[in-house]
């Protein structure tokens, strides 16, 4: 049994297809295609795929549907390829639940440097030396990578968060930034902090992060909030520092 990581590319445009067909091939994975939405979410249910590309105007469903449909039972990347520019699109395909976005014409290189940086995020808390918020705060210590906070309890390990005693339902993307958070404690992180997090950069890598980047961080945060149930304004996990970016809420005890 092959252990390539699978892709699936969603696609009514031919050439488009199989350029990022091309591009996924050549970046190590196992890629299956789609030219329909429909079709696109029969396949993602049947092989459950590591990446998912996705086209906006596809001819029976549009793009923004068939991501909130393979959300309902996939935690695949998805990255979506759109030919429209307006802000509105990107933001409704964030909400989603699309990871990341590019627009068209794109160049492979880049889309490869995306997906690649998505696959890099550690799934195992094994190589990491991780630390609880309590340690962030210098007051304590876990080896196991579990993160405990007002009720939250987040494994890097298996990749879970719970609260109150409840499983949570998170992207990969969500999960990253909530850990980023409670690794970092009380210390603010920027926007662009966060937008290097999920590009696996160092923080201080000077890289250039867009208005449009910063953006979706604040799209990924919103939904995040509302699958916690927080409150922007009585925070409970995740404070907002206006005009800065985010850090942890106090601790309740």
């Known amino acids: 049994m092959s252990d390539a990581r699978v892709g699936l590319v ?10 990022v067909r091309t591009v996924l091939t050549q970046a190590g994975f196992e890629v299956t295609v789609a030219s329909s939405g429909a ?9 459950n795929p590591d990446v998912i590309t996705l086209d906006l105007g596809l001819p029976d ?18 990255v979506m390829l759109t030919a ?12 989603s639940g699309a990871d990341d976005y590019l627009t068209k014409p794109f160049r492979p290189r880049e889309l490869r440097a995306r997906i690649a940086a ?12 991780a630390s609880t918020v309590e340690a962030a705060e210098g007051n304590g210590h876990s080896e196991r990578g579990n993160y405990s906070h007002n009720g939250l309890e987040l494994s890097y390990a298996s990749r879970t968060v719970v609260v109150d005693g409840k499983e949570m339902n998170l992207t990969r993307t969500e999960f990253e930034l909530l850990h980023a958070l409670l690794e970092a404690g009380r210390t603010v992180r920027t926007k662009a902090d966060l937008v290097r997090r999920l590009r696996d950069e160092d923080y201080d890598v000077g890289s250039y992060i867009s208005e449009a980047d910063e953006r979706s961080v604040e ?3 919103g939904n995040l909030r509302k699958k916690l149930g927080d409150s922007p304004q009585q925070p409970r996990w995740l404070q907002t520092v206006r005009g800065v970016g985010y850090r942890l809420a106090p601790s309740e005890h």
């Open 10 to 19: 969603i696609e009514d445009d031919h050439d488009i297809r199989e350029l």
């Open 39 to 47: 079709e696109g979410v029969l396949i993602a249910k049947t092989l």
């Open 61 to 78: 469903i549009d793009g923004f549907e068939v991501s909130r449909q393979i959300r309902e039972f996939s935690d695949a990347y998805i």
């Open 84 to 95: 429209r520019t307006e802000e509105l699109d990107t933001l409704i395909g964030l909400e």
């Open 118 to 129: 998505m696959m890099r995020r550690p799934r195992s808390g094994a190589d990491t030396e």
């Open 219 to 221: 799209v990924h945060m």
